[in-house]
């Protein structure tokens, strides 16, 4: 049993200067405790991210087939409007609708403003 304890006690004692010379040279304790810390954290979300990224596989394609349908249906809609400027902001009312009032002529400004603007 003594045999064992001093060849342990021998064997740590022989560490301790290579131990020392690994934390000169590497990380300080703070960047190896930050390192340890992202990445149990990475351990942690990989199940999570790559459940996100199976669920992003699968809407692709209904994701794909979306903007082929409703596409030009936006296009369509976008000339309609020509200029959004002449609109105010959306109001949502108490039961729900959505609505664009147009600006009126005396609502809107006097002159459009293209261009760059010089101060």
């Keep these: 049993m003594k045999r064992f304890v001093i060849t342990t006690g021998a064997l740590l004692l022989s560490t301790l200067p290579l131990q020392a010379q690994e934390e000169d040279e590497g990380f300080s304790l703070m960047e190896r405790g930050a ?3 992202f990445e149990g954290i990475r ?3 990989e199940p999570a991210l790559d459940d996100l990224m199976a669920l992003a596989d699968d809407m692709e ?3 794909r087939d979306f903007v082929s349908e409703m596409g030009p249906a936006f296009v369509e809609l976008l000339s309609q409007i020509e ?3 002449a609109y105010h902001p959306p ?3 108490p039961n729900g609708d959505i609505i664009l009032r147009k600006k009126t002529p005396e609502e809107m400004p006097d002159e459009p403003i293209e261009g760059e603007i010089d101060i």
């Design 35 to 37: 390192q340890l810390f």
């Design 43 to 45: 351990r942690e979300m």
């Design 61 to 63: 394609p209904v994701l």
């Design 83 to 85: 200029d959004l400027s």
């Design 91 to 93: 109001e949502i009312l």
